[in-house]
């Protein structure tokens, strides 16, 4: 099965999940707005003001980049990954660790993640002073899954400028905001870019990985840089980055945070690999 086809067919799965869901008595669109307007959601908190602070920034170095780590079981591309990951483990370590979010995939077919996945990872780190933002990373495709996202514990949503029409996009931003919930806004190239700067978005992430053929250039977020170098935007670099050398090119550039992975799910001792990584 070619990339574009794995794409699309995810795509048509989470529309699926989500009648599916949106139809179940418990779980049904008035039903999640009912818990919200009760205030059943966990406390949100800021996730560009997160996103801004890390271990680094109160040293010598104010341009110190900021770790987006991700729980991450699988993926279409890699196949399985952790797949016995704890995501509360995982997710205290990140944030002891000093991560700024922590990145939950919560689409069980082909990441094999969940949102009890996001919501354990929520839990684990509740008590921590300072603690991460959380960000559902997934493949948004309506409000309903934004409204799952801040009642399961979320303060941030990703929202991919690639798969989703103009309106739909504007509508899921607007929405998302709403809900105190400033998005991760995902774009590939110049046009994508555009679109988000246009959107008001004051979080874009350039995703390294080209998701129509999956194939990585790690020069992609470097292409992009100087759209948004003067205004008030926190750039983050997505996909591929593994080590030091890549961390320190998009420090240089500009780059405000990095999102990693798959190279953190794989590391034997996740606290050392960050500092080697980050440098803090």
Not at 54 to 74: C, D, F, Q
Request: some cysteine; aromatic content about 6%.
């Amino acid at each position: 099965m070619s990339a574009p086809s794995i794409l699309l067919e995810i795509y048509a799965q989470r529309g699926k999940d989500v009648e599916i869901a949106s139809s179940t008595p418990g779980t049904r669109p008035h039903e999640i707005d009912a818990y919200l307007a009760m205030n059943l959601a966990p406390p949100l908190i800021s996730f560009v003001d997160r996103l801004k602070r890390n271990p680094g920034t109160s040293s010598s170095t104010p341009s110190s980049v900021s770790l987006m780590s991700e729980i991450k079981r699988a993926s279409p591309s890699k196949g399985p990954i952790a797949m016995d990951i704890n995501p509360a483990a995982q997710a205290l370590a990140y944030a002891k660790a000093g991560a700024s979010t922590i990145s939950v995939l919560t689409e069980p077919t082909w990441f094999k993640g969940s949102l009890l996945d996001m919501r354990l990872a929520r839990q684990a780190i509740d008590g921590l002073p300072d603690r991460p933002a959380i960000l559902r990373k997934e493949f948004i495709l309506t409000e309903y899954q934004i409204a799952e996202a801040r009642l399961w514990g979320a303060d941030t949503v990703l929202l991919i400028v690639a798969m989703l029409e103009q309106e739909t996009l504007e509508r899921l931003y607007k929405y998302s905001v709403g809900l105190g919930m400033e998005p991760l806004v995902e774009v590939n190239n110049e046009k994508e870019m555009e679109v988000a700067v246009k959107l008001g978005a004051k979080v874009i992430g350039v995703n390294n990985r080209n998701l129509h053929n999956f194939e990585v250039d790690m020069g992609t977020t470097s292409r992009l840089v100087d759209m948004v170098r003067e205004r008030d935007i926190v750039l983050c670099a997505l996909s591929g980055i593994s080590n030091r050398g890549d961390v320190e090119t998009y420090r240089e550039q500009g780059v405000r945070a990095v999102l990693i992975g798959e190279a953190l799910m794989r590391a034997e001792d996740v606290s050392q690999f960050i500092v080697q990584l980050l440098g803090w």
